[in-house]
């Protein structure tokens, strides 16, 4: 039954030495615990992807060299005690029957280091370093490093390599003429700039043998002006596929590019055209990347003949058993990826080992464990917010009882605001999996029930969890009872009706995910794929050279004007996650959104809004709008607290009930499910 609903992603592919059982693969993605000492975290961690029968696991990236470290305590494949440390990842790997192949890569300008190097010494525009120009020698050394790393790999019993040739690392920087303006051997037209890749590729066959996976990570669309063109892409697709390679994975787009490629409002699958597009081109297995989230969308992507493999990381990180699950007829219990970016990518560009927001146990394996409870005990969580959620599911998966309450009808807490808006939509799919999650784990859910502590205390609760959540901040600007003022939740939830010009009040993540629901019509749809390429203007590298030269982005007017105020004098959205921010920043800014920073809230009357700036009140403006919206923070709900203490009943405070600043999600249901663990 399952092979039928999923018959192309769970079909083997043979690659003639070695068999893939299915047609997934893990992508690569730092981790942050490949750059530890002793690899067990990270043998842990892939050990649950093998066992949940993913195809081919895809280690992040390992240096070839010092030079070529994304940072200098970066994981590196340098010499036989690195291939040894190593044996604990593939010996945990294959005792699950999978298979793993180490990414060698090296960054060339974008390493975050002063001994950064690169065909040309030009600065990337998202790095303050300014690389060293490497000498021809230097370019047959670094060559020749990253065939020691792959012939190492193999000796630490990796199944193969992948060659990171995209996302405008060392490899990508040889290629284009932006980035190489070298005069020898390794610069010039096309086929000599590609002669780098060329001969890693075939340098590193030669040193392997021929039973050895090399995939080759290829650029389709560099999304920066002066990037490759399509017939550039192709020759070397041919290229590398003559060098040797077995297989050739999509790359999307330079880290330095300025359109998202893999965040949640990215439609699924928005770049699968591309691998299609390579498809006939070379003989080899090609692998489609970027949002694909769930089984249904790759089968699609597999089906409509865009790839003969997919490749996933992010969602092997929110759920180690995906394939598993859509192997035995249980893809709708899959955690699915909803593309935030917040545990993952947010932490690796903080220096934080990667997690997962719907699954804080992605990279901690070894240190949050969950085992049955040693005592059952009748336990009442009061919220059905993610933390709530969470600690009740967890909680019941253990064996306690679990009673789970919320005043509202439905669970997800704020969860339900943060779905309406465009390019959040993946919500409804943490949303559902809650439910199912509560349904599965036998937790007994009462909705619409405002619980009091003395009801607690009356129903022989055990054991109490708090997750009654946030309510918003009152702002005390005078006139804020006039009835043109309203709260994101007078919007969001309750959809009150809002005018044509529109002051939001504070520019945290939620005045910026109002300006983003505002600006639209309510009644709006999901882009496609081909209107969220409009809106951002990626082309066909085919007409367009990069996919960006001369294409426009061409967004649809707004639907309302929104002014966004703060009070403090930073760029409105600094404080947005690292790697989704500019991408907020930039939607509002295509929608003519205007942030006003340093304001104070003078007056709120039938004139709309009159804001002063700076310390000394200066400059006294009016902003005649239909409303004014408040954003301005939120305040834990706490009210059980105290009352339950007094009575004597054990409670934990968790999510925005304990602390209401800079909370979100993700904090929600790490702590909530740490607690879980331990009671
Ligand atoms: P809540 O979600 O507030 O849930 C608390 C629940 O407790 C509510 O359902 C409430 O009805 C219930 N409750 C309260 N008192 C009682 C009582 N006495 N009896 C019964 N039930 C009670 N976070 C992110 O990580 N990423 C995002 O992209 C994101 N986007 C957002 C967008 C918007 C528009 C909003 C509003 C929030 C967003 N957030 C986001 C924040 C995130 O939703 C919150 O951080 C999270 O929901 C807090 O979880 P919680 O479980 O602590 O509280
Ligand atoms: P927030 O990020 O703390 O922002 C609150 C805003 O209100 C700030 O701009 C603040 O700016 C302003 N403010 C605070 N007190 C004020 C006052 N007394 N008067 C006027 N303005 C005031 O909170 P939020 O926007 O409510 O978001 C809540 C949480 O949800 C956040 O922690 C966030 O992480 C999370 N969230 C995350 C996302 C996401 O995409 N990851 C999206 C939405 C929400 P000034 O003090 O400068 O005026
Ligand atoms: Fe996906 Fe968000 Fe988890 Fe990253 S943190 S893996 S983007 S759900």
């Not at 003949?305 to 992010?314: H, I, K, N, W, Y």
């Not at 009152?474 to 939830?493: C, R, T």
């Not at 044509?500 to 300006?515: E, N, P, R, T």
């Not at 007056?603 to 700076?614: A, E, H, K, P, Y």
Request: net charge neutral.
């Amino acid at each position: 039954m399952e092979k039928e609903q999923f018959p192309r992603l769970l079909a083997p592919l043979d690659l003639g030495f070695t068999t893939l059982k299915n047609r997934v693969i893990m992508g690569s993605m730092h981790t942050g615990l490949e750059d530890e000492e002793r690899l067990d975290r990270l043998a842990a961690y892939f050990a649950e992807r093998a066992r949940g029968q993913v195809g081919l696991i895809v280690t992040g990236g390992f240096a070839p060299n010092r030079e070529g470290a994304v940072a200098p305590s970066a994981g590196a494949m340098l010499d036989s005690g690195d291939a040894a440390r190593h044996r604990v990842v593939t010996g945990a790997v294959h005792a699950e029957g999978g298979k793993i192949a180490m990414q060698i890569l090296h960054a060339g300008r974008y390493a975050a280091h002063p001994q950064a190097v690169a065909p040309s010494p030009l600065r990337a525009p998202i790095s303050p370093i300014t690389p060293r120009k490497l000498g021809s020698d230097e370019v047959d050394r670094h060559i020749a490093n990253f065939v020691t790393s792959a012939v190492l790999a193999r000796e630490a019993g990796y199944d193969g390599v992948e060659i990171m040739g995209s996302e405008g690392y060392f490899i990508n920087q040889f290629l284009t003429a932006n980035t190489n303006q070298r005069t020898d051997k390794w610069g010039g037209d096309y086929s000599a700039r590609m002669r780098l890749p060329v001969e890693i590729v075939s340098r590193t066959r030669q040193a392997v043998g021929p039973d050895f996976i090399i995939i080759y990570r290829l650029s389709m669309i560099d999304l920066v002006p002066g990037g490759s063109d399509w017939q550039e892409v192709v020759m070397l697709a041919r290229a590398v596929e003559a060098a040797g390679a077995t297989i050739i994975n999509t790359g999307i787009g330079w880290h330095e590019a300025r359109i998202p490629t893999i965040a949640t409002s990215v439609p699924r699958a928005a770049f699968a055209w591309l691998t299609k597009k390579m498809k006939g081109e070379v003989g080899i297995p090609l692998v489609a990347s970027n949002r694909i989230n769930t089984p249904t969308v790759a089968e699609e992507v597999l089906a409509e003949g865009c790839a003969d493999l997919v490749s996933m990381a992010r969602p092997m990180l929110a759920d180690p058993e995906f394939v598993k699950k859509a192997a035995t007829g249980r893809s709708n219990e899959i955690n699915v990826c909803i593309g935030c970016n917040q545990a993952c990518l947010d932490h690796i560009f903080s220096n934080r080992v990667a997690s997962c927001l719907v699954n804080p146990r992605a990279c901690h394996e070894t240190d949050i464990v969950l085992k049955p409870a040693i005592e059952a005990r009748r336990i009442a969580v009061i919220g059905a917010g993610p933390a709530g959620v969470s600690a009740a599911v967890t909680l019941a998966e253990r064996g306690h009882e679990v009673h789970l309450f919320d005043a509202a009808d439905q669970i997800g807490g704020q969860l339900n605001m943060a779905k309406v808006i465009p390019g959040k939509e993946e919500f409804f799919e943490m949303l559902g999996y809650f439910e199912r999650r509560i349904q599965q784990t036998g937790v007994r859910l009462h909705l619409g029930e405002k619980v009091t502590a003395k009801q607690l205390v009356d129903r022989n609760f055990e054991e109490v969890v708090i997750a009654t959540g946030v309510k918003p901040r009152e702002p005390n600007i005078p006139g804020q009872n006039h009835p043109k003022v309203l709260s994101y939740i007078d919007v969001l939830h309750d959809r009150r009706p809002v005018g044509k010009s529109v002051a939001i009040i504070g520019a945290g993540g939620i005045g910026f995910d109002v300006a983003e629901y505002l600006v639209e019509p309510a009644q709006r749809e999901a882009p496609t794929v081909a209107q969220w390429r409009k809106v951002w203007g990626v082309g066909d590298p085919e007409l367009a050279r990069g996919g960006v030269e001369g294409v426009r982005p061409a967004p649809d007017a707004p639907f309302r004007k929104v002014w966004l105020f703060q009070r403090s004098t930073e760029k409105a959205g600094s404080r947005l996650g690292k790697s989704t921010g500019w991408i907020h920043r930039a939607a509002l800014k295509m929608k003519d959104v205007s942030a006003i920073e340093g304001v104070n809230y003078e007056q709120i009357d039938d004139r709309g809004l009159l804001v002063s700036f700076g310390p000394e009140r200066l400059e006294p403006t009016w902003f005649d709008v239909d409303n004014i919206v408040l954003c301005t923070g939120q305040e834990p709900v706490r009210d059980l607290v105290e009352p339950l203490k007094a009575a004597g009943l054990k409670a934990h405070v968790i999510g925005g009930a304990d602390v209401a600043a800079e909370l979100d999600a993700k904090r929600a249901i790490s702590q909530a499910t740490r607690l879980a663990a331990m009671i």
